[in-house]
């Protein structure tokens, strides 16, 4: 059976001008979202007990704590109801948490992108006549 060339990354080559993915801000569903599903876990009730007294399903609760739905203002303010909170409390608190998830994701994003490796050459200089030597990554023809 015929074998089959292996492909080698240069340092420089193309996947490292990429830059490296930076962490985004979190959405604020997301964040509302983890809010509710801790002020709930908090008070030890399930998705159908919370769900039942905000008048909505169990498995829409469950998107919405997911950060998959985008919930109404009329039903966030339902669910802190269930929970008994205030839309403007659950407000202040997922705003809270919005602003130190930020600091915390600034402070981690690198200030300066990382280091490439770069191709070199050195001269190597002698009696005769200078000569060139090729260092780092290089592609030699035969």
Same mark, same amino acid.
């Given at each position: 059976m015929?074998?089959?060339p292996?492909?080698?990354?240069?340092p420089?080559g193309?996947?490292?001008?990429?830059p490296?993915?930076?962490p #985004?801000?979190p $959405?604020?569903r997301? !964040?509302?979202?983890?809010?509710?599903?801790?002020l709930?876990?908090?008070?030890d009730?399930t $998705?159908?007990?919370t769900?039942g007294?905000?008048?909505?399903s169990?498995?829409?609760?469950?998107e !919405?704590?997911?950060?998959?739905?985008e919930?109404?203002?009329e039903?966030?303010?339902a669910l802190?109801?269930a929970?008994?909170?205030? $839309?403007?409390?659950l *407000?202040?608190l !997922?705003?809270?948490d919005?602003?130190?998830?930020?600091?915390?994701?600034?402070m981690s994003?690198?200030t *300066?992108?990382?280091?490439r490796?770069t191709? #070199?050459l *050195?001269i190597?200089?002698?009696?005769?006549?200078?000569q060139?030597?090729?260092?780092?990554? !290089?592609?030699?023809a035969?």
């Open positions: 015929a074998e089959h292996t492909l080698h990354s240069i420089g193309r996947e490292d001008r990429s490296a993915p930076q #985004r801000e $959405l604020w997301e !964040v509302l979202g983890q809010r509710l599903r801790e709930r876990r908090d008070q009730e $998705l159908a007990e769900a007294r905000a008048g909505v169990p498995q829409y609760l469950s !919405v704590e997911r950060g998959r739905k919930p109404s203002s039903m966030i303010a802190a109801g929970l008994g909170t205030t $839309l403007a409390d *407000t202040e !997922v705003a809270e919005l602003r130190r998830q930020s600091i915390l994701i600034r994003a690198p *300066t992108p990382p280091a490796p191709s #070199r *050195t190597i200089t002698g009696p005769d006549k200078p060139r030597r090729p260092t780092g990554p !290089v592609l030699m035969a």
